[in-house]
């Protein structure tokens, strides 16, 4: 029997070698359930038989029966509760609202493709039974500046598309032109308003994408004399003589920046630089306020948490970093990666950060604890891209070969492999429904899934679909670009996608 276990375990560790996954885990089951069989016959004991089924390293050098008992611990994926905002009695949300007359509500006529207000609210402010704590992660009260951002973002979510394999979302190419050997990060904010471009020359332009200028706050002098009970405060603040539809950000940087973040309410913007540090700017005053030293090695990417004040890092130096803007030290250390992070993204709740390393796998930190709460392993080469689905149940993850992988957060499995890219996937963007998930990169081109379709059937098997072979294509259409390299996808506030990029062939 000894030279048995020898054998199987030689042929479990071939298998896993070249990548047949899931014949592996089938031999793994059946060999585990006929050595269980003889441990009840009295020659072996479940702990001897226990090491040919989890005991070996896989490629990150983790152990199996450790990854194990980390996908078993809790995960709150859900959602928390919008918080309470009074809405003034004059703000209109909708052309569509459920006041309308009788008689117009029977003419027939083409409305807007959106949501009823009273569907709106019943989703957007229901109790979800998975949602975190509500005071697990301290926040501080939110602005009125932010309130009205909030505001907004709801008028526009009832306005918003409703996108699917028949309704396809519109979309529109921002392309970075002469700038092909230069562009190193791309980024918008939630409200799409502005975009972020970092350079190799270590300067970062800021461009508006609206009618409305970006301009400077007003001098002390000036400022005395708003009024502070004004409505409009903040336009009162703001100098219209510095109005500019693009600004330069120019630091002491000492490197590449490979990327940059905006605040919720678009006034910090924190960029991360290949010299190790990591900068806080002030979108008011345009300039840089906080200069923070601790990753030894290039900070491959920065990304503000989605409810503000805190912000998370990573880098060179295997290690991700959970910052507030009000310290000038981290917060959180998240240790566990054998090789270089090149991307970390914050989970819809703000409560859970994912990472994705060179060493090929895929985790996600609590933020409270710093832990690591789930550890995804499948991607054949480093994943670089990462996009967490609207609802928080899935996290989707694009690699250096072109692999898209959809995990479950709350099983702590593999979900589907998609198959359409052949060069490395930059960006994944899910759409505000969550019913349409896109993905690009360096071969140009937009594919757009069927994430609705994908997603029910799953749930309605409860089982992980395997290979991509034997399933449906989820692939509603692909869209070519002429020459772009795709860095940044975004869906607005209304489903239109954004596709940034820069022309050129590298």
Known sequence: MDKDKESLATVLAYLKKHGFKDTEEILRREAQDELLTSSEGGDYSSEKAHPVDGSALDESGENESHILNINKLRVFYGLPKEPDINIPADFEFSDDDDDTEDEDRERPSKRRRGVSKKDFYARRFKSDPNAPPPNR??????????????????KDAIKSARLGPDRLPSICSYTLMNADSSICSVSLPDDSSLIATGYMESKIRVHTVTNRPLRTMRSTAELAEVDPEADDIFERIMDDTTASPERILHAAHAGP??????????????AGCGDGSIRLWNLWLWSNLVNYNCHMYPVADVEFS???????SCGAD????????EYINPLRLLVGHNDDIYKIHFHPNANYVATASADKTVRMWDVVTGNCVRYFTGHKDAPQALAFSRCGKYLASGGRDGGLHLW?????????????HKKPIYSIAFSRENTVMASSGHDGHVALWNFKGLSDLYQADNVSFGSTSTQPSYLIRAFPTRKTCVLDLHFTRRNVLLVTGKYGDS
Not at 318 to 325: D, L, Q, Y
Not at 409 to 420: H, P, Q, R, S
């Open 137 to 154: 992660v301290p926040f501080p009260p939110l602005s009125e500046l932010e309130k009205t951002d909030k505001l907004y973002s709801m």
């Open 257 to 270: 920046i490979y990327s940059t973040s905006f605040s919720p309410d678009k006034r910090w913007l924190v």
């Open 306 to 312: 989605p409810m503000g004040y805190y912000f998370a």
């Open 318 to 325: 295997r290690v991700g970093r959970i910052w507030s803007t």
């Open 408 to 420: 479950d957060i709350a099983m702590a499995k593999e979900v589907m492999e998609l198959d359409f």
